[in-house]
């Protein structure tokens, strides 16, 4: 079972999602059913693809949901019905197996059909923080999940590449607004601040994946590429590249995460993804939306409708299982809400090129504390 990285709290799609028609389709909620294709794949597909996949496969009476699932099914006329039995064998059963991740898209909602990179909302920015021996750079990092991956990536090392200009001796990455998406755009985005970690029969990678069956996958990010590698084949597979690969003017340069509870999924990853590495990291806040697993996802026929089926938890680099909420290293309350953080934080809200951090904002100023207590921080370099 090859697990598909996943994102936000069951509203995100896959690492790699397969190839669909980008756009609306032809299929509405009162398209009639025609042919046996469609009762086949949201049937016998859908049920068994989530009685063979879901993490939690113990703690669900799978007999109980396709005795009600299966007959919402038969009797449909229109795709609209077809969506509403799909998203029903999910909610509640899956959910009361403690699942916040699965999820089921029409398709004209299907992850890969809509493409995000010029959207302001997901649109990666930053700037100095003067003060100290040095300044400090700020990086707002948040969801992707995009078309465009590769451009997604670079686009992020483009700002990074502005920002280490000012030869920053530490960096701020605020993940507040994170709440997943497709990680590896954002990890080969991110390789100039996590450094290379790649994954092999002697290095862990970032961390990774375990499915239900306890195989592993590890997710590595080396020279602006990220991907999965399989420690059962000793094979890697490329997720996203950038087109080149920048390196900071100080290697190594120590990191401030900034979490809290809208960072969910990838965000969460990309958090355990700086722990127990060679980059000096501390993350401030609150704890994560809890959702650091990961669904492997398929597409429906023949309308493409999504299935999103949580198939496994994360670990980190020293191999903990995760599967709930990330904690910060340092808990710091006061920090903006969802609100704040999106409209406040940052002046003219989402339109706003260039974030204006704020000076009030107590999660920023224990972060930037910590930072100038940092070697890297205490003195000058030219």
Request: charge should be neutral; hydrophobic fraction near 40%.
């Amino acid at each position: 079972l090859l697990l598909a990285a996943a994102a936000a709290c069951g509203r995100e799609g896959p690492t790699n999602p397969p190839v669909v028609p980008p756009g609306p389709t032809r299929y509405t909620a009162t398209t009639p059913i025609t042919g046996l294709v469609p009762r086949a794949y949201y049937g016998d597909t859908l049920l068994a693809a989530e009685r063979d996949v879901f993490y939690w496969n113990d703690r669900v009476n799978w007999s109980a949901q396709q005795a009600q699932i299966r007959p919402r099914v038969a009797a449909a006329t229109t795709f609209g019905q077809l969506w509403s039995a799909a998203t029903a064998s999910i909610d509640p059963w899956l959910r009361q197996a403690g699942d916040a991740h699965s999820a089921y898209f029409p398709p004209n909602d299907a992850p890969g059909r809509v493409d995000s990179p010029n959207n302001a909302a997901y649109r990666v920015s930053g700037t100095t923080l003067a003060g100290g021996a040095a300044p400090l750079a700020y990086l707002y990092f948040p969801t992707f999940s995009g078309r465009n991956g590769a451009g997604r990536a670079d686009s992020t090392q483009d700002v990074i590449r502005t920002l280490d200009a000012a030869n920053p001796c530490g960096w701020v990455l605020d993940l507040r607004f994170n709440p997943g998406g497709l990680i590896f755009a954002m990890l080969a985005g991110l390789n100039p601040l996590l450094g290379d970690a790649p994954a092999n029969a002697t290095s862990p990678g970032l961390g990774g994946l375990v499915d239900r069956f306890n195989t592993r996958y590890a997710i590595y990010v080396d020279a602006g590429r990220a991907g999965f590698y399989d420690p059962a084949t000793n094979q890697r597979s490329v997720g996203t590249a950038t087109t080149s690969n920048y390196r900071l003017r100080r290697p190594n340069a120590p990191v401030a995460l900034l979490i809290g509870r809208t960072t969910a999924s990838a965000g969460e990853f990309i958090t355990l993804g700086f722990r127990g590495g060679a980059v000096p990291n501390r993350s401030f806040g609150d704890s994560t939306y809890g959702v650091s697993t990961t669904p492997a996802g398929m597409y429906l026929r023949p309308d493409s409708g999504f299935l999103n089926i949580t198939a496994g938890v994360m670990y980190d680099r020293t191999g903990r299982l995760y599967g709930f909420a990330v904690q910060p290293d340092e808990p710091v309350a006061g920090g903006p809400d969802f609100q704040t953080l999106v409209f406040g934080l940052f002046g003219r809200g989402l339109d706003a090129a260039t974030p204006t951090p704020s000076a009030s904002d107590p999660v920023l100023a224990a972060a930037t504390a910590w930072l100038r207590t940092q070697p890297a921080c205490a003195v000058v370099q030219a």
